[in-house]
Structures are given as structure tokens and as C-alpha cells.
């Protein structure tokens, strides 16, 4: 745990468990709302063969995970961890468009 935090840059205990909690929460709320959402445009596992469904299901979670990710750390008081963390997320799904453009120094 220790190499964990310190890649990480965490100091304490509590906040690498708090980090573990917001990805616990953010994953399975996640595929919970992709799959609502999913439902809402009548996409359903009983009418959708199971590889378009689990598919469909990915590319929407995928885009929704980051930004997810980013305000449940906020509300769990670990922005200064997660919003970098999911930034690069992002620019690595080639989504930076989303993003702001950064300040060069």
C-alpha cells in the first residue's frame, strides 16, 4: 500500500481509502445509469442480441466514467486527486475536446 501512495501522492490512510470508495461508487453507478439510459431509448437485454447490448453499454460508459469520476472525488474531498486523474482519462479517450484549453506558461 505504501508504493500505492506514493505513486499516488497520498499521505494518509484514510484518503487512499476514501479514493478506493469514490472508485467503488463511480464504477457501479455508472454502468447503472448507462444501462437507464440505455432502457429509456428501448435498448434492453431481453431485445438486443448480447454482444450489440454489452457493446453499446461500453461506449456509453466510457465517456461517463470520467467526468462521473471527477464529481464524486469533488464531493468526496479528493479533487486535488481525481480531476487531474480524470483529465488525463479523458485526453487518453481522445475527448479532450471537452476540456478546456490549458494555460502554457
Known amino acids: 500500500m505504501n508504493k500505492l501512495k506514493q505513486r499516488w501522492g497520498i499521505s494518509s490512510n484514510f484518503d487512499l481509502v476514501i479514493i478506493f470508495i469514490v ?40 465517456p461517463l466514467y470520467p467526468f462521473m469520476l471527477m464529481g464524486f472525488g469533488y464531493l468526496f474531498g479528493q479533487s486535488k486527486f481525481f480531476f487531474p486523474f480524470g483529465k488525463r482519462m479523458i485526453r487518453s479517450m481522445r475527448l479532450g475536446f471537452l476540456l478546456p484549453k490549458e494555460k502554457q506558461q
Open 23 to 62: 472508485f467503488a461508487i463511480n464504477g457501479s453507478l455508472s454502468a447503472k445509469i448507462s444501462s437507464f439510459l440505455m432502457g429509456l431509448i428501448g435498448i434492453t437485454y431481453e431485445n438486443t442480441h448480447w454482444f450489440i447490448y454489452y457493446f453499446i453499454l461500453f461506449v456509453l460508459v466510457l
